[in-house]
């Protein structure tokens, strides 16, 4: 590929400020290639254009007007994962009071939504806060090279077959920690001679027709639990295979006490309150799953058992971990039981043995017949996006570093990742890391500093991976993961209140995060 000729001079920071401003630069529309980047300098280099990046760019413009930033998505869309994956039913996770942003009220009462209406949530931010000029669609990072001698991130991306050079004072990826080229599909054997067709929901053909067919969904993840439901309405029969059982949540999929509060108060007091209660009340979820993990367990299998009925046993709502060692399955309006019970679905626990041609064998010997088989199982896992990472020209070695809060990584300078909750709403944790990226930002430039690292010269403590869950997209991401320590800053908390006070009221300066000027040793 040619390299498009760029400035790769690391300008200082004084110089910098003499750059055409963003909207000289990127003016053009959304979704163009065009726009100049030969002068590709810039102040921060936004990685990811769903939740996070939407967010990130938010704070910048509101709180950083002087720092120039462009973001770089690799594909043609605004909405990250929210955006591919485009399975039926596809929808949110957690409520939506807390996965929409703060500076964004989400009016609707539906605390669980559809995949289509966070999309337009997130483009409607976007569009109505001026961040489309910003960004730069089709451009996949690929590197990233930190120069020490500039202070300066040397960024490589592709874009329609070209590549090009950019360079920025601070690099933030927003890109999220799942691989988008491919989702985890085990080589079962015998694949090749079955008669109907296998899909992964990561990428779900659009002209794919389940209607009146026999369905097997492999799997018992949030994936499959959302899947089962909405295949029911239209094939003859949808069984899960699941090897283990997941915890599965019923919840309405509206808030009745927010739609009174939104009908009783101004629309965003009415917002903020109950963002909230729901923030407090998944906490307290997850606390007391954590100390009484057994009141927990029995709670969640009995509350499965009476909503299934006898449809289905109690040894196949037994799963194998305590609550929250991984996720719990949230299924709104009962809509899993409810497909369930009325017979046009059912749960079978039982692990592949191979495929034949009219289905699945089962490891019991019994053959599950399939016209269509889905393969929900799982993801993997791609830190930064797969950018190679390297400080003056050495690969960084990701699972020897130690996360500082959350969001950087021990000895890597001017860099931030936007990683949210594994047991909450993404969004809180990564708009509470944009606004300290903000503060960093601001700090930097009024004291005339170039240079912020977190620096490991303490004891972090007895040190396991960054996500401490049990699911397997977690285990076989050992290898790439960074780590995390037992004592503070170096320890993740999966609580918001927590990192309310660690990311947002707590000093700069803490011992571990260290500033410098160029040719400096931070201190």
Known sequence: MARKAVRADAPQRQRRRRLPEPSQQLRGGAGQQGGDLSTADFDVIVVGAGLSGVAAAHYLQRECPAERFVIL???????????LFRYPGIRSDFDMFTLGYTFRPWTSDAQIAGGPAIRDYIRDTARDEGILPHIRFGHHVTAANWDSGSARWLVDAESGGEALLLSCHFLFFCSGYYDYEQGHDP????????????????????????????????????????????????????????????????????????????????????????????????TALFQFSRRRPLAMRNWLVRQAQARFGPAVQQR?????????????????????????????????????ARFVPEGIELASGRVLPADLVVTATGLKLK???????????????????????????????????????????????????????????????SQGLDVCVPVLDADAGE??????????????AAGVLPRQGSRKPWRIH????????????????????????RGEVPR
Request: hydrophobic content about 45%; charged content about 20%; some cysteine.
């Open 316 to 352: 196949d709502l037994q799963p194998r971990y305590d609550p929250w060692d991984q996720r719990l399955c949230i299924a709104p309006d009962a809509d899993v039981f409810r497909a369930v019970r009325s017979g046009r679905a059912s749960i079978v626990t039982d692990e592949v």
């Open 187 to 282: 080589a079962w054997p015998g694949r090749e001679t079955f008669a109907g067709r296998i899909v992964h929901p990561q990428h779900w053909p659009a002209d794919l027709d389940y209607a009146n067919k026999q369905v097997v969904v492999i799997g018992s993840g949030a994936t499959a639990i959302t899947l089962l439901p909405s295949l029911a309405a239209q094939a003859t029969h949808v069984t899960m295979l699941q090897r283990s059982p997941s915890y599965i949540i019923a919840l309405p999929a509206r808030d009745a006490i927010g739609r009174t509060l939104q009908v009783m108060l101004p629309r965003t007091l009415a917002y903020r309150l109950i963002r909230w209660k729901n923030i407090l009340l998944s």
């Open 383 to 445: 830190m930064l996006g797969g950018a190679r990472i390297t400080l003056d020209g050495q690969p960084l070695r990701m699972t020897e570093s130690l996360s500082y809060k959350g969001m950087m990584l021990s000895g890597l300078p001017n860099l931030a990742m936007a990683m949210g909750y594994t047991n909450a709403s993404w969004t809180l944790k990564c708009e509470l890391i944009a606004r300290q990226v903000c503060r960093i930002l601001n700090h930097m430039r």
């Open 73 to 83: 998505e690799g594909r043609g869309a605004i909405g990250g994962t929210l955006d």
């Open 463 to 476: 040190t396991r991976p960054a996500l401490d869950l049990s699911s397997g997209y977690i285990q076989r």
């Open 494 to 517: 999966q609580n918001y209140l927590r990192d309310l006070l660690a990311l947002k009221l707590a000093p700069l300066r803490d011992g571990a995060l260290r500033f410098a000027r």
